[in-house]
């Protein structure tokens, strides 16, 4: 007897998919909150699994650390203790990115060789498994920008690597919806487009959250509501020449426009759901509108709250996390008003 295509288990799969990348965004953001990003400088897809067993390898670990910018121009006080403190979170870190790799190829091929996929669906995971790999390629391309010279790493390829994670969940989530609810129904196309622009105003939020991170713009104004005391915009905000710097490399201005930005998330996602309040909807609709305005709200108070401390490691985690729940909400959403 054949087994039914698209099943639970294939479900099931996908939202294990998901709760991993969750993980796995979280410890990216401890991995990047406490600088711990460039303390792998060489790493073995199979055997850089597992971690020095021995004093003996800890110490080749931090003699090839010590051969890069980020020890020799910032950390040329670090004891091998405080090389192991670092170590650990970018190998927890890229450890669960091969787990995650494992755990979505493996039961891949299964569902394959017992045809339990549909063509559509099949098509659709070799989307996630490209958007996977992509991923990988951006974390070793963001790692390689702070191993030259500066020990920085860009902060383009760094909101380039975090958006991407962001994405391939939202999408991973969205197939796994799919299946769930694969009932077809008249839609508003109106109101869907109105999330539609509320998800790209927000996917741009991220993106800036990104560009902010990597420029540690957070550091700087630790004042709400305006960026220092008396003025809504500080006069370093528009500093450079020629202006449009000022949006993409100034972190002053990128920390303005991330401020700007989340007033302007907060207004779109009120005006979805005051105008959804107005429709008929099914008991899952409203509830997916009414996650929607919680949770921005949450997440505008974590933000305000991570500026005026000045990104303490709690703090700038949660507020990641926020972006994730609210994005995740943001994708439920849009699927429930789209089919």
């Known amino acids: 007897m054949a087994k039914q295509k698209d099943n639970k288990k294939v479900i099931y799969w996908l939202l294990t998919g998901c709760a991993l990348l969750f993980i796995m965004v979280v410890i990216g953001g401890i991995t990047r909150l406490t600088d711990s990003g460039l303390s792998m400088s060489d790493y073995k897809l199979i ?75 099949i098509k659709k995971c070799l989307v996630l498994l490209a958007l ?74 991220i993106i800036y959250g990104g560009f902010v991170a990597g420029l540690k713009a957070g550091l700087l104004h630790n004042h709400w509501p305006f960026m220092n005391e008396g003025k809504f915009i500080h006069e370093s905000a528009y500093a450079i020449e020629p202006f449009y710097l000022n949006l993409i490399e100034n972190p002053s201005g990128i920390q303005f426009v991330h401020r700007t930005l989340a007033y302007i998330v907060v207004i779109i996602i009120g005006i979805i759901w005051y105008r959804g309040k107005q429709l008929s909807l099914t008991p899952i609709q409203s509830k997916s509108i009414d996650s929607l305005l919680i949770l921005v709200g949450v997440q505008f108070l974590l933000g305000v709250l991570t500026i005026i401390y000045g990104v303490p490691l709690w703090l700038g985690v949660a507020h990641q996390v926020g972006a994730f729940f609210l994005l995740s909400a943001m994708t439920f959403a849009l699927h429930r008003f789209s089919r």
Do not use: C
């Open 47 to 121: 055997t850089g699994t597992i971690p020095p067993l021995n004093e003996a390898e800890w110490q080749e670990a931090f003699e090839v650390y010590q051969q890069y910018p980020e020890f020799q121009k910032l950390h040329s006080h670090f004891t091998l203790s405080d090389f192991k403190g670092i170590y650990f979170w970018e190998w927890l870190h890229r450890v669960m990115g091969r787990l995650i790799g494992l755990v979505f190829i493996i039961p891949f091929i299964y569902f394959l060789a017992t045809k339990q996929l549909t063509s559509k669906t």
């Open 132 to 205: 996977g790999a992509f991923q990988g390629f951006l974390g070793w391309y963001m790692v390689k920008s702070g191993l030259v010279d500066m020990p920085n790493v860009s902060h383009y390829r760094l909101s380039a690597h975090l958006t991407t994670a962001f994405l391939t969940f939202a999408a991973t989530l969205w197939v796994a919806l799919d299946l769930k609810f694969p009932e077809k129904k008249p839609i508003d196309k109106s109101f869907r487009n109105l999330i539609g622009i509320g998800y790209i105003i927000l996917a741009i939020q």
